[in-house]
């Protein structure tokens, strides 16, 4: 398998690497190409204001000085930190009047003072919270949900509602804790003002809270998706969250959050709103994951998933505008949007109106190394074409046809203006490109196969069924080093489709055979050392992470590893595994969502690759570290409060921390969280307005390697499917946001 080095290279490009390593390189580094025009714009945007912040009780250290204002085509706020003798700088701001106060820990938020650019040595006021209760009103939202008291281990397993209430499919506690999360929290956050008071349904006169909660997770456009999930924990689950709530109500307080401290008053939030009210805005994409210098200084993208469209952020410039995704015209097999357009129970917000109507569903973006976006979404009806069923003479539909495809590719070409349309035999929903010549792009979301597409025989042919292929996950467990047919078959249910399937058991194994198995495909990135080689990652419980080999001549040569989260005596160390990433040494890390861990899992220290003992998933317990993500533990566990949906690796330093530094999202924390392997310690880059930040995707950017700091930054959005949970409430949008660590609190 040949080696990639074209991370390597770009390091060295970087001034990581020496010269002479170059000689021995065989794949060249992806062109770098830095934006005059974007640096240029730099210098419309490099004013500051400079000052201090006190209270009563003296100087004000490790609280946040918070600038906003409507003077620009969008709303703009720049967050940082006051240093310990309070003291603040706001860099990098445009010629406006701003609004600025104070935010902090223990206190109350302090009345806004109208400020000019260039404004210096200015005294800020803030004021000391008059009881805790006040206080608690901007903590995370994690530390509400840490209030959640959920049933005691001895209670599991669940014996039904003609038991004791907890649903049969919870066997333990961790997985009901898992369902709080992967379940509950999977569309937006769960802690916030919004949800942890049942306030804007007391007008519906309730007899009880827990027939509140029940009306809660059936209401609006998500209501039948909520319910859903609502009904697997049995009785119990609207009782728990009822008493969640009734306890809050009546004055119960989350435990008190530390102020930042450290390198985290050196974080500096930029934030830009940008879509409508009701925008689901899943994920953004800045540059080219595998060249962190494309498209610097350039424009921004994500996609609206609910209104079909993709949205382009100048940061420059503060203007942003939608682009309404294509779709092929096939009036047999139209696509149309998966959203609810009526619902039984209507939204407390928004009434029956049907809020999302569009077709082409995108979910997830990538920048490929000619700056097109690309991204997974409906380009037809849920129909497949001919050629991807049964009887076709597609050697991958011969070798193992799909079961279908609701969700398929497409590309935007800002250059041209114009999107390139790809039907794909297989579903999609993440999607991440490879480090050889050949561009592959892997996408997740097939059930139980694994798809990809090279984008240079597309490129060259324009041919959909020449460029794609994909393969079904089978494991080597009988030894012999090839995959081959009849294969041991998974049984049971698999999950929906739309969460990434999986979830399938293996019965009746027969050792003299290979085995498929079934462990989902949610997250997806392409192998950093070798080419053809891509891992994803399965979120059925525990959690499972595999590695896909696709081979000279798939899908015959294709082979999966399957690595299982670590068990020890029946008790998983961890579980809840979502996104996926590589780093440069080869190192796999994926943010635990269940029990709030960044694990990693190192394959070379496997001893046991296939054969018969890789049955279980349990062969390279070895392979595994986790470690522990700060924050208070959810009510009666050990277990930690917080939820990351996904994860991502900072390997070419982009923030500052360090190269190969990974970075989960703090879903529930309103934050993003960095482990710095180098020092073994996390970095919590809470944003802590408005409150409600709930991010999902993330990628990091260089806009000018030779300007420090200022050059550098990584990007998350507020990605909730309700930006009405945000602080603000209706009529309150989505927020790009910047990340950036200066070298300290001053810096400018």
Not at 177 to 201: I, P
Not at 564 to 592: C, H, Q, Y
Request: contains cysteine; proline residues 6%.
């Amino acid at each position: 398998m040949l080696k990639v080095f074209g991370i390597k290279l770009c390091k060295a490009v970087f001034g990581h690497m020496s010269l002479n390593w170059l000689k021995f390189s065989v794949v060249i580094c992806f062109a770098m190409s830095i934006s005059a025009n974007g640096i240029a714009q730099q210098g419309l945007n490099s004013g500051f204001i400079s000052g201090s912040v006190s209270s009563g009780h003296g100087a004000e250290e490790g609280v946040w000085v918070i600038a906003e204002t409507d003077d620009l085509t969008t709303h703009f706020t720049k967050i940082v930190v006051t240093d310990d003798q309070g003291r603040f700088v706001l860099p990098e701001l445009p010629d406006a009047l701003f609004k600025v106060w104070v935010r902090g820990y223990g206190l109350v938020d302090s009345e806004p003072v109208q400020l000019r650019t260039g404004a210096e040595e200015v005294k800020l006021r803030a004021f000391i919270a008059s009881d805790p209760a006040l206080a608690a009103q901007v903590y995370p939202a994690n530390y509400w949900y840490s209030l959640l008291e959920v049933p005691a281990e001895n209670e599991f397993p669940g014996t039904g509602s003609g038991g004791n209430g907890i649903g049969e499919m919870m066997f333990s506690q961790d997985r009901w804790l898992d369902m709080t999360k992967q379940g509950c929290q999977l569309c937006h956050q769960l802690g916030n003002k919004a949800t942890r008071t049942l306030d804007h349904l007391n007008h519906l006169n309730f007899g009880s809270s827990e027939e509140a909660w029940q009306y809660r997770t059936a209401m609006g456009i998500r209501g039948a998706f909520m319910a859903g999930y609502a009904n697997r924990f049995g009785p119990r689950g609207m009782q728990m969250y009822a008493d969640w709530t009734d306890r809050i109500a009546s004055g119960e307080l989350p435990p008190v959050p530390e102020r930042p401290s450290g390198v985290e008053r050196n974080v500096v939030i930029t934030q830009w709103d940008w879509g409508s009210e009701s925008s689901y805005i899943h994920d953004e994409i800045t540059t080219d994951k595998r060249n962190a210098l494309l498209n610097a200084g350039g424009k921004v993208y994500a996609v609206d998933g609910g209104h079909g469209a993709l949205l382009e952020l100048d940061p420059n410039t503060h203007e942003w505008e939608e682009i309404v995704i294509a779709v092929k015209n096939n009036p047999d097999n139209p696509a149309v949007t998966r959203f609810a357009q009526d619902f039984p129970v209507p939204s407390a917000y928004y009434g029956d109106e049907a809020l999302w109507k569009r077709p082409a569903d995108p979910h997830n973006p990538m920048l490929d190394e000619l700056g097109r976006v690309w991204m997974t979404t409906k380009v037809r009806g849920n129909d497949l074409p001919e050629w991807c069923q049964p009887g076709s003479e597609n050697k991958f539909v011969q070798y193992y046809p799909t079961r279908g495809s609701s969700r398929q590719a497409s590309y935007y070409d800002p250059g041209t203006q114009e999107f390139g349309l790809i039907d794909t035999c297989f579903g999609t929903h993440h999607l991440q490109f490879g480090w050889g010549e050949n561009r592959m792009l892997y996408f997740s979301g097939g059930g139980d196969v694994i798809g990809f597409l090279n984008t240079r025989t597309w490129d060259r042919t324009q041919d959909e069924q020449l460029s794609q292929g994909w393969c079904p996950m089978v494991v080597d467990t009988n030894g012999d080093g090839v995959i081959s047919k009849p294969w041991n078959q998974p049984v049971g249910p698999l999950r929906d489709q739309n969460e990434g399937g999986g979830g399938g058991r293996l019965v009746d194994v027969d050792l003299a055979l290979d085995t498929r198995m079934s462990p989902g495909s949610y997250g997806i990135i392409a192998d950093t050392q070798e080419e053809g080689v891509a891992w994803g990652v399965g979120t059925e419980f525990s959690g499972r992470i595999y590695r896909l080999e696709i081979g000279d001549n798939p899908p015959e040569t294709c082979i999966t590893e399957v690595y299982e989260l670590p068990v020890i005596d029946g008790k998983p160390m961890g579980f809840g595994p979502r996104g996926v990433d590589m780093d440069s040494n080869g190192i796999v890390w994926t943010a635990l969502s269940g029990s709030s861990h960044m694990a990693s899992f190192d394959r070379s220290k496997c001893e046991v690759l296939n054969g018969p003992s890789v049955i279980s998933s349990q062969h390279c317990q070895e392979g595994w570290s986790l470690h522990e993500v700060p924050g208070p533990d959810m009510m009666g566990t050990t277990r930690k409060s917080d939820f990351h949906y996904y994860n991502w690796v900072d390997i070419f330093n982009t923030l500052g921390l360090g190269e190969d530094v990974p970075i989960a999202t703090g879903s529930g924390s309103d934050s993003l969280i960095a482990w710095v392997p180098e020092t073994e310690e996390f970095v919590r880059m809470r944003v802590p307005y408005p409150l409600g930040f709930y991010s999902r995707g993330l990628d990091g950017r260089i806009d000018n390697p030779d300007i420090g700091w200022k050059g550098r930054g990584v990007w998350a959005n507020y990605g909730t499917n309700f930006n009405w949970h945000t602080e603000g409430g209706k009529g309150t949008t989505s927020k790009m946001v910047k990340f950036q660590i200066r070298p300290d609190p001053l810096s400018n």
